[in-house]
């Protein structure tokens, strides 16, 4: 008799697992995160700047507040510039009559009119591009700090690109604060100078060392 050979039948290999279906999730995930990044990266440095600059014009020429001329204080690296203020509207009939006023910037490069803040002891910076000739050479912008105080607010940008373009060659920076009164040892006018000697500071820690305090 012939004997049967049982032949053991290998049991079938179990299915490969697919993975494309994860790579697939993942890639629909991922391309959403990077255009949110790229996006969020191109507004915080291309356009957040350029709203915060038509912010602050809008607000600057906005500013202008009624009151009496006092003290203009500017620190400068040049001593040929001659502020003053300058009448902007209102009525000088009367003594209960509103009058407005601006600062206007006389400068060996040209003469630049800014409103007077609302914040006594507040402190613009004026930014000439020197290498530049068109009408957008000029930036005009506040520097803040803490109310009656000669601390900068906490990520005082306007601050930091003063400082850096401070340094520029192809710049020239001048700083002004005002008050409305005219002595200018009051608290007032010793803020005023405080804000200006914060900056000045902060200029010579760069190795900027001549700009100096001139009261008008």
Known sequence: MKRTTRTHKSDPAPPKRSYLWILTLALFGIIPLLKKCISGYRYNTEIR???????????REEGVIEGD???????????????????????????????????????????????????????????????????????IYGIYFEPGSDEPLRNNMNLRRAIIYAGDTGYRSYFVADSFDKDSSSAQGRLARQRLTRIQQELEKRKMDSFFIKTF
């Open 49 to 59: 700047p350029i709203l915060e600059g038509w912010q602050e014009k809008i607000s």
């Open 69 to 139: 001329t006092g003290r203009i204080y500017m620190l400068t690296a040049s001593d040929s510039i001659r502020p003053g203020y300058r009448w902007y509207n209102g009525y000088r009939s009367l003594p209960n009559d509103s009058l407005l006023f601006r600062i206007r910037l006389q400068t060996p490069e040209s003469s630049y009119s800014f409103s007077r803040d609302t914040t006594v002891g507040q402190v613009v910076c004026i930014q000439v591009d020197t290498k530049n000739d068109s009408s957008n050479n000029v930036r």
